[in-house]
């Protein structure tokens, strides 16, 4: 559901997937505004009524909504309450954008998918390099989910420069 902003929205929507004999599936609440993420705990309550329930943070609105500074502290946040909630996060919003559409990764988009290892899906753009993309993220994936879980790190034995990897 995009541009969801109050239990009240999750209540709504709730109620026409019933009239639509739509009981069954589940829902993601897109999570791109300021109101959206203040009231995230009240509509994960809501939306726990259904049998699945996920949240995608919109990382490009939720920057213009919040700003820029403030965009590290949201994710962070989103994630923590998420993970207490045993709720599935979508990363989203140009991840690995450049190298997708022009075949070079910025710095700081490594550190962003890096970064994503903490939630269960990471959302790529289409784009002409998208395979290239999808290949570079599987191995930061890879090699992060030997560090850390979502937000616990596991502590494992370190490899410093161990045979070129």
């Given at each position: 559901m995009s541009f969801v902003n109050s239990a009240h929205d999750v209540t709504l929507l709730d109620e026409a997937l019933s009239r639509v004999k739509g009981d069954h599936l589940g829902i993601v609440l897109k999570i791109e505004t300021r109101r959206g993420f203040e009231n995230l705990p009240s509509m994960l309550l809501t939306a726990m009524r259904r049998p699945k329930v996920g949240v995608m943070i919109a990382r490009g609105d939720l920057a213009v909504e919040c700003g820029y500074e403030r965009l590290a502290e949201v994710q962070e946040e989103i994630l923590s309450v998420c993970e207490a909630s045993h709720v599935p996060v979508i990363w989203a919003t140009q991840v690995l954008e450049n190298l997708a559409q022009k075949g070079m990764p910025s710095r700081a988009e490594i550190s962003d998918a890096v970064m994503a290892h903490r939630a269960?899906?990471?959302?790529?753009?289409?784009?002409?390099?998208?395979?290239?993309?999808?290949?570079v993220l599987d191995s930061i994936l890879k090699r992060m989910e030997q560090h850390q879980t979502k937000k616990r790190a596991l502590l494992r034995a370190l490899r410093l420069a161990q045979n070129g990897r």
């Open positions: 269960e899906c990471v959302m790529l753009n289409k784009g002409p390099h998208v395979i290239e993309a999808l290949g």
